[in-house]
């Protein structure tokens, strides 16, 4: 059975940097794409970031373009979402996800 365990979720100042992890388990990634989503109060959930599990390739939401970065680890079976530059309105809930598997999600709050 897939699992995909979010953390490093937290409060942050505007400006300030956050490092989220996804623990991924049940399965050989080699072959699938991980994506970061995220839905914050009243919004519908919406894309974040996206990575090929090898690395080879990433995607962005224009919104973090320039400040997050995904990356991924193979020996931890982990991927990353570095937050950078972070701003009120990233203020969220943030899930991993992977086909039809997702995490429970960890809360991004950011304060001026």
């Known amino acids: 059975q897939v699992q995909l365990v979010e953390s490093g979720g937290g409060l942050v100042q505007a400006g300030g940097s956050l490092r989220l992890s996804c623990a991924a388990s049940?399965?050989?990634?080699?072959?699938?794409?991980m994506n970061w989503f995220r839905q914050a109060p009243g919004k519908e959930r919406e894309f974040v970031a996206a990575?090929?599990?090898?690395?080879?390739?990433?995607n962005y939401a224009d919104a973090v373009k320039g400040r997050f970065t995904i990356s991924s680890d193979h020996a931890k079976n982990t991927v990353y979402l570095q937050m950078n530059s972070l701003k009120l309105e990233d203020t969220a809930v943030y899930y991993c996800?992977?086909?039809?598997?997702w995490g429970q999600g960890t809360q991004v709050t950011v304060a001026s």
């Open positions: 996800n992977q086909g039809i598997y």
């Open positions: 990575i090929t599990w090898s690395g080879s390739s990433t």
């Open positions: 049940g399965r050989t990634f080699s072959d699938y794409v």
